[in-house]
Structure formats: C-alpha cells, structure tokens
C-alpha cells in the first residue's frame, strides 16, 4: 500500500542553522509533491509545490529537493528562526488527481 | 476576511448522537475537501467534491455522509457517533492553477470528543 515517512522524532535546531526534513514515500509514483505547514490548532498552510520533473525549488528561506529515484524529498529551511517552529506536512499527488496522501508530519523546533 | 470557514470549532457529544460539520469557502474555488487527523496527527482524506459532484470517496463509514448545496459549501453529517469518530475534521477548498497545482485551502479545523 501508499506510505509516506516523515523524521518521526521532533527535529530541534538552534536559531541561524539550517533545518532539513525528510519525506520517503513507497508505492506510489506522485507527479507532485507538495510541502505544507501546520501550527497547533490551526489547519496546515501551503508553501511549495515541486514536479515530478523539477529537482528542485526555492522560495525565499525555503527550498525543496525531489528525487524520484529516491523516492524522497528533502525540505530546507535556511536561517531558521523561532517562528518557523512548527509540523511540515509531506503530499503526494498523481496527475489530474484531487486525492492528496499526507505525511504525519515533522514537528520543527528552533531555538533562540 | 476568512477564506474557509468550518462551524463549530468544538463539539463535544455522546456516543450514538448525530451532528454536523459546517464548512464555507469565499475562494470562487470549484473543489472541496473533508479529512479527518486524528491522534496521531496523519491527515487522512475522506472525501473531495468537485462542481458539487462527488469524485473521492474513500473508505468512510456510511454513517459519514457530505452534502454540498453549491460550490462554496460543503457539510458533513455523522450519524450515530462512535468513540473512534473523536478527531479533528478539517475542511479544505483548491482550484486547479499550473503553478501551484491543486494548493489547499485549509479551514481551523473542528475537533469533535464523542464521550
């Protein structure tokens, strides 16, 4: 069956550093793969989305890796600060599809 | 000016109850969204309208039944809560775009406590 792995462990870096996470997938041949953000309490924010075709995206302080040999993707948060502090979402999509498979996330902790 | 919205934020029940989700997007988007995160914190989707058509359906309880009246709403009725029901339903809306293919839209989420 689809599955898709997230750094299980809560991920704590120090301020300034760079914070890397990690998405594995098996099963699945995803023709996107998307990053979201999600705060406590709150529903998860879109900030990226790569092709199938890309191996890589930046977007300001954020830049995104996908490796379909892999099957991974690396997510980069350059010059972390504390208000990054939050769970990365991982998703997968297949082409023209609207059904989305989630990662559980990685929860992100920067410290001052 | 909230783009989607969910009602309520809390509902706490007891088992065997039936009770609603209300969900309401401003975006102009064509498809929408019900999944479920519980304890665990996966995201799982349940179900996805599109032009108020069903187009997902995953494998979900026949006591969970979606209705959308038009394109910006789209509700969920549970019948006959059960403990396992206990999550949080968020509510999501997205509309095809080259760049950002399929971004959604999530609602704050309603955490249901069946008792």
Redesign the interface.
């Known amino acids: 069956s689809q599955k898709i792995e997230q750094n299980s462990e809560a991920l704590n870096i120090q301020e300034g550093k760079t914070a890397t996470l990690t998405c594995n997938y098996t099963n699945y041949s995803p023709a ?1 793969l ?1 990053w979201y953000r999600q705060d406590p ?6 900030l990226l ?1 790569i ?1 199938e075709n890309e191996k890589e995206k930046r977007k300001e302080r954020l830049k995104v890796t996908f490796d379909t040999t892999l099957k991974q993707s690396l997510f980069h948060i350059t010059a972390s600060q504390p208000a990054d502090s939050a ?1 990365y ?1 991982c998703a997968l ?1 297949n082409t023209g ?6 990662g ?2 990685t929860r992100l902790f920067v410290k001052a | 000016d909230t783009a989607v919205s969910q009602t309520p934020k809390y509902l706490v029940t007891q088992m065997g109850n039936d009770k609603s989700i209300k969900c309401e997007q401003n975006l102009g988007h064509d498809t929408m969204y019900w999944y479920k995160q519980d304890s665990k914190k996966f995201l799982k989707i349940m179900f996805s309208y599109n032009n108020k058509e069903l187009i997902i359906n995953e494998t979900v309880p026949n006591r969970f039944s979606p209705k959308s009246p038009d394109k910006a709403h789209l509700n969920l009725h549970i019948n006959s809560l059960e403990l396992g029901d206990s999550a949080v339903y968020f509510c999501a809306s997205s509309q095809e775009r080259l760049a950002t293919h399929n971004e959604q839209f999530f609602g704050p989420g309603t955490r249901l406590t069946v008792l």
């Open positions: 996107y998307q309490g709150r529903g998860p924010v879109f989305l092709r769970t979402l999509l599809g609207f059904k989305t498979i989630f559980a996330g």
